[in-house]
């Protein structure tokens, strides 16, 4: 894990995006972490757009594999974030406000994401809810997590939140049963790898690591250069050299 951004991947990686790298003391501006990444002060990554407007996030410090597969994903996502943030008008059509609102929360954008789920739940739009209850998972806060959860129907999408709020609460084993359930649902789509990924972390806690390991190599050998795929050879890495006093 990288506390600069040396790391020659990374180096090539920001170049080919066209970023400007810098590093910011996250205890003295913690204000900086509030507004961007979430939380109180420490470790992470934020991207902003040319207007210095955020993005994209992610807490914690970051395996150069995961920061690398991260800013190639936030390029990709530049474009429809220009467009949106462009619009001359605000966005009111319930549907523009989900599929922002998810953008955003994809890339790690709680912030902004937070209004738009919500108003475009209220407008009716039932995926909206558990969308807002993984964006409180993130958080921690699986007391607001439950309340939107138990807003949604149940939809594969909305099974791979509960798995998530179920690990956030550290019930493993309840967790490793909605993911498999997840992961049978044909209609899983986009949502796999995010399952595939919380499995693999729900096993390992539950020290299930001769069925964790098979199933998270099988994940970073997809090579399709996602943040899963980064995150499972992370987790591999830390099943196979834990850290000293770690424990579970």
């Known amino acids: 894990m990288e506390r600069s951004l040396q790391e020659p991947a990374v180096v090539t990686a920001l170049a080919a995006g066209g970023f400007l790298g810098v590093i910011a003391d996250g205890a003295e501006r913690s204000d900086l972490y509030r507004a961007w990444i979430g939380g109180g002060e420490g470790m ?14 992610r807490p914690g410090p970051q395996d150069p594999p995961e920061l690398v597969a991260f800013l190639a994903r936030c390029v990709q996502a530049r474009p429809d974030v220009q467009a949106m943030r462009a619009r001359t008008e605000p966005l009111t059509a319930p549907t ?8 955003l929360l994809e890339l790690g954008c709680r912030v902004e994401s937070e209004p738009l789920l919500r108003q475009a739940a209220a407008a009716g739009v039932a995926d909206a809810h558990h969308r807002l209850a993984r964006r409180f998972a993130l958080d921690g806060d699986v007391t607001a997590a439950r309340h939107w959860l138990a ?8 099974q791979v939140t509960e798995g998530y709020v179920l690990f956030k609460e550290r019930r493993h084993r309840d967790a490793i049963a909605v993911f498999e359930t997840a992961l049978r649902h044909p209609g899983i789509g986009d949502d796999r790898q995010r399952a595939l990924l919380y499995l693999g972390k729900a096993l390992h806690e539950d020290k299930q690591d001769t069925r964790a390991v098979p199933l998270l190599e099988a994940l970073a050998a997809e090579r399709t250069g996602s943040t899963f795929e980064a995150a499972a050879l992370h ?5 196979q050299n834990p850290q000293h006093g770690h424990a579970h």
Do not use: K, N, S
């Open 44 to 57: 992470g990554i934020a991207v902003l757009d040319a207007g210095g407007r955020c993005y994209a996030a």
């Open 96 to 103: 523009d406000q989900h599929w922002f609102g998810c953008l």
């Open 151 to 158: 807003l949604a129907p149940p939809t594969a999408a909305a």
């Open 235 to 239: 987790t591999l890495g830390h099943i």
